[in-house]
């Protein structure tokens, strides 16, 4: 039997934290999420998740991905197996519903060979913090698209989105739940920010003696936001040229194309700019009013207070 632990974000939630500090301090257990080493199974997983090739592509991906991972538990003698990707549910960039049905194909595969016990882990995040936190870092892709925060929060409401609807934690916990059967830790930011035994003792009720506590280090300052100004994203010179070359993708032969976006992938940096924003009551009155119903679930059942 293999232990399946799966962290697909949410974004803006303590991930990258969790990544960079958590999952390298974890004993006897294969990575096959972030952070990403230049591995063929890596590269399998990326190409899933990341790329849009066609079904029979990442059908047949899948099978191979399946063979690989269990080569790789057999050959280093380990029966765990954890996946962090926040790009997992990222309806901005991605496609959630499609990366949650190869999810399930690849437990599905995984479960023809051998007996898997699975669970999530689900990282949240008050969402008024979240959604503006959220925009700050998006706005060098999506500034075009949205005008303002206000109107970044009217579009998401009106259109009912994907990223509105799934950070209703206590809807999606249950239909996550539902759908793969399996146990939820919901592990809110809050806990990483200003209780850090806390945060702690969570993840050694997941991991037990496979995590070394002692190892991890909190060293990362959020410096995104100052006293609730969030700071916009700038792209640096690489990421002008992304944008460039994405105006021209016709021009770009194909079999170029995706060396080349390796390349900028590493060489694209985001930094903080002067820009600052902040809530008013009307945006907080609409975030507050559209999560209110699940917030009030949330804390009732789950403990967690976002009201």
Not at 52 to 57: I, L, N
Request: with cysteine.
């Amino acid at each position: 039997m293999i232990n399946f632990i799966i962290h697909p974000g949410f974004v803006k939630t303590g991930s990258t934290f969790f990544q960079k500090n958590v999952i390298p301090k974890l004993n006897n257990f294969l990575s096959i999420g972030k952070p990403y080493n230049d591995n063929t199974l890596h590269d399998k997983i990326k190409l899933l998740f990341y790329s849009k090739k066609s079904h029979t592509f990442k059908k047949k991906l899948i099978r191979n991905l399946v063979l690989e991972i269990l080569t790789n538990i057999k050959k280093k003698k380990i029966k765990n197996i954890i996946f962090s990707d926040e790009a997992l549910l990222d309806s901005e960039f991605y496609n959630p519903k499609k990366n949650i049905l190869y999810l399930d194909k690849i437990i599905k595969e995984l479960r023809k060979k051998t007996r898997v016990k699975l669970c999530f882990i689900l990282t949240t995040r008050n969402q008024t913090n979240l959604i503006i936190s959220r925009f700050a870092y998006v706005h060098p892709n999506l500034g075009k698209k949205y005008s303002s925060l206000e109107n970044y929060i009217d579009t998401n409401i009106k259109n009912n989105s994907y990223f509105f609807q799934s950070i209703k934690f206590y809807k999606f916990k249950n239909s996550i739940q539902k759908k793969f059967k399996c146990k939820i830790y919901l592990i809110p930011l809050e806990t990483l920010e200003n209780n850090r035994n806390k945060y702690l003792r969570a993840l050694k009720m997941i991991f037990l003696s496979n995590l070394k506590i002692n190892k991890i280090k909190f060293s990362k300052i959020n410096i995104n936001s100052k006293n609730y100004n969030f700071y916009i994203k700038k792209g640096n010179k690489w990421f002008e040229t992304y944008l460039l070359l994405r105006k021209m993708k016709s021009l770009v032969p194909s079999k170029y194309a995706e060396d080349l976006k390796k390349f900028l992938s590493k060489k694209i940096k985001f930094n903080q700019s002067d820009i600052t924003l902040k809530h008013n009551n009307k945006t907080l009155s609409k975030i507050e009013k559209y999560f209110l119903s699940d917030n009030n679930k949330l804390l009732k059942k789950d403990k967690i207070n976002y009201l």
